[in-house]
T-cell receptor, first 111, second 114 residues
Framework: SQQGEEDPQALSIQEGENATMNCSYK?????LQWYRQNSGRGLVHLIL?????REKHSGRLRVTLDTSKKSSSLLITASRAADTASYFC???????????FGQGTRLTINP | DAGITQSPRHKVTETGTPVTLRCHQT?????MYWYRQDPGHGLRLIHY???????DKGEVSDGYSVSRSKTEDFLLTLESATSSQTSVYFC?????????????FGPGTRLTVL
């Protein structure tokens, strides 16, 4: 069963706009991670946020975590065409050595 | 791709034939994983390994077996391929002991079972 559920499943915005994706999960976690997958490629790790953190930044990425609501959001600011990809959240609820991935959000940045 | 290769990258086979996919890493990471990715299901864990000859099942292990005789190689075998095993297979590695289990992925193998 999937631990993480991303919302929306697909998102299409104009270049320069901000993109927000959400992830909800069901059980307690140690940390939550976000990955990006370009078409036809493997996943690439973007950012990790620990359960005792509420917000984390990395370049144009901002991740928030609300453990009381069991949810996280990924914000990409000033989007670029190169940000077009699928984005997945992953949690370690089954033990830190294993991750459970959501189904992903497909983001399209229109020029 | 973090020193991870997968072979073959593409394979077409027939129902009932055995298939072995190989994952090779040059990072000396302890943990290795096999996932399958299907539309509507995201990534699902098939098997993983936490050391040489140490493996465990994941969420969708039926019909698959794995072996790890060397740190750098993790093999996934479909003993008798079925059409439901048509998928894209990803290998990943992780070095959990150095912190949270960030995973690094290979480029994937696209398998078609006719």
């Amino acid at each position: 069963s999937q631990q993480g559920e991303e919302d929306p499943q697909a998102l299409s915005i104009q270049e320069g706009e901000n993109a927000t994706m959400n992830c909800s999960y069901k059980t307690s976690i140690n940390n939550l991670q976000w990955y990006r997958q370009n078409s036809g490629r493997g996943l690439v790790h973007l950012i990790l946020i620990r359960s005792n953190e509420r917000e984390k930044h990395s370049g144009r990425l901002r991740v928030t975590l609300d453990t009381s609501k069991k949810s996280s959001s990924l914000l990409i600011t000033a989007s670029r065409a190169a940000d077009t990809a699928s984005y997945f959240c992953a949690t370690d609820a089954q033990g830190a050595q294993k991750l459970v991935f959501g189904q992903g959000t497909r983001l399209t940045i229109n020029p | 791709d973090a020193g991870i290769t997968q072979s073959p990258r593409h394979k077409v086979t027939e129902t009932g034939t055995p298939v072995t996919l190989r994952c090779h890493q040059t990072e000396n990471h302890r943990y290795m994983y096999w996932y399958r990715q299907d539309p509507g299901h995201g990534l699902r864990l098939i098997h993983y390994s936490y050391g040489v000859k140490d493996t465990d099942k994941g969420e969708v292990s039926d019909g698959y077996s794995v072996s790890r005789s060397k740190t750098e190689d993790f093999l996934l075998t479909l003993e008798s391929a079925t059409s439901s095993q048509t998928s894209v297979y990803f290998c990943a590695i992780s070095e959990f002991e150095r912190g949270p289990a960030t995973q690094y992925f290979g480029p994937g193998t696209r398998l078609t079972v006719l």
